[in-house]
């Protein structure tokens, strides 16, 4: 795997310098960069374009929300290099978590992450895919849930068939049918399962898992995980 250029944005000295210094003993990770407030967070990243940020959330000037919100219009604006915005934060309150989403995170996770597994974070956010812990994960599918819910009733007291998307949906699945395993790999997915610990639980490769989710994410036409996660509970593939 290709060298992950790392940036960090946290106002904690302790530990910022402590993340700083673990991934910088970690062969394939290289920090091009870290500060302590927004401010000067957003500086560095425009002149270190590293392929992942990971930002805390409570920053003293400007908030990490608004920190990712202005690094992803910034590279949809000027065409910049496309880095990958993964919230590290004690933060795991309905509205932070999904403000961060809205504002363009690409993964989100809580500090008391062992380190180990914040390696695992940046290498699945790396290659493309969004990485929730399942704390959050569980906030993010209970507001899909809802919505859906909430989309449903309306249009059942409108009288009114559920929207096109629906039905395209199951002709999807009518041409793309999952196996028994990808949904077995879904449901975990919509859990917040990590690849590593699909693997684990399924007794499976990495590799292996990695498959099914590239299958998976074909068969329905998501772009990433999340998007697959919430087509599969508005579809009723997974409870």
Same mark, same amino acid.
């Not at 504002?103 to 290498?123: H, N, P, T, W």
């Given at each position: ?78 065409? /910049?290099?496309?880095?990958? =915005? #993964?919230? $590290?934060?004690? !933060? ?6 999904? @403000? ?65 998307t629906d039905s395209e949906f199951n ?8 196996? /028994?395993?990808?949904?077995? =790999? #879904?449901? $975990?997915?919509? !859990? ?6 699909? @693997? ?40």
């Open positions: 795997m290709s060298e992950i250029r790392v940036a960090l944005i946290e106002d904690h000295d302790l530990t910022r310098v402590g993340i700083k210094m673990a991934l910088q003993q970690h062969e394939g990770i290289t920090v091009v960069g870290d500060a302590a407030n927004g401010t000067e967070g957003l500086k560095m990243v425009r002149a270190t374009k590293p392929d992942i940020v990971i930002v805390d959330i409570g920053l003293p000037d400007i908030d990490g929300i608004e920190v990712t919100k202005r690094i992803k219009d910034t590279q949809a604006s000027a065409a /910049e290099p496309d880095t990958k =915005v #993964l919230i $590290l934060t004690f !933060q795991d309150n309905e509205q932070e978590v999904l @403000a961060a989403f809205a504002a363009g995170a690409d993964s989100y996770c809580m500090k008391d992450i062992s380190f180990e597994q914040l390696l695992e974070v940046l290498r699945v956010t790396y290659e493309g895919n969004s990485w929730i812990d399942p704390a959050i994960a569980r906030i993010v599918l209970k507001k899909a849930k809802n919505h859906i819910s909430a989309t449903k009733q309306i249009e059942k007291s409108k009288t009114v068939m559920i929207n096109a002709q999807l699945i009518e041409a793309y049918p999952l196996t /028994e395993r990808e949904l077995e =790999v #879904l449901e $975990l997915i919509v !859990q917040g399962y990590s690849n590593a610990a699909i @693997a684990q639980k399924l007794y499976i490769t990495v590799g292996t898992v990695k498959t099914h989710v590239r299958n998976i994410l074909n068969k329905l036409s998501a772009a990433d995980r999340t998007q697959a996660a919430v087509l599969a509970l508005r579809s009723g593939l997974v409870g």
